[in-house]
């Protein structure tokens, strides 16, 4: 005796995949000291045809030379709403949190970008890249089953952003 179990081997859980997103850069850019609101990466998410989504968080990379006082208010953009990142002690992991995650009804699809303000006084030339490392480091659920759910890849970066160099003023 003991509790019922069914087993179920036809089950489909949700699946999510990834593009690029218009909102990318598109190739490697120079954005000088002082600019602003820079898109340094994006993706589109875009959730399969078995359940709805949410997203929960992403973590970034920053794998150029550019050290965190060389960039401020490093932001992840979603359809216009702009979520903060916490950096980690290391220095070189941006996560942001959704709290309550976004939902991403299946079928459809969002759009994910990093921005940042390029702020080092003394930053020239360095560069500034957000990578994603793994699969596992953007967090998806399925909202039918409550399953994780992982985009397809196994590269290490996983995403790979273009390269933002930053370029120093000039007076005459």
Request: charged share 15%; aromatic share 8%; glycine share 10%.
């Amino acid at each position: 005796n003991g509790a019922s179990h069914t087993i179920n081997t036809t089950l489909t859980l949700g699946s999510v995949s990834t593009s690029s997103s218009s909102f990318d850069p598109g190739a490697d850019q120079n954005k000088s000291i002082g600019d602003t609101s820079v898109r340094v990466s994006a993706l589109r998410f875009t959730a399969g045809s078995a359940e709805d989504l949410k997203l929960y968080n992403i973590r970034f990379r920053q794998v150029g030379t550019a050290s965190a006082s060389d960039i401020a208010n490093v932001v992840v953009d979603v359809n216009g709403t702009k979520y903060p990142t916490v950096l980690d002690a290391s220095g070189k992991y941006y996560t942001v949190v959704f709290s309550g995650g976004l939902l991403i009804t299946k079928g459809n699809s969002i759009d994910v970008y990093t921005q940042v303000d390029i702020t080092g006084t003394n930053a020239a030339s360095r560069t500034v890249r957000l990578d994603i490392d793994k699969v596992t480091d953007v967090y998806f659920v399925g909202q039918t089953y409550g399953y994780g759910v992982a985009a397809s890849g196994t590269l290490t970066p996983w995403f790979t952003s273009h390269v933002t160099t930053i370029n120093a003023g000039s007076a005459t």
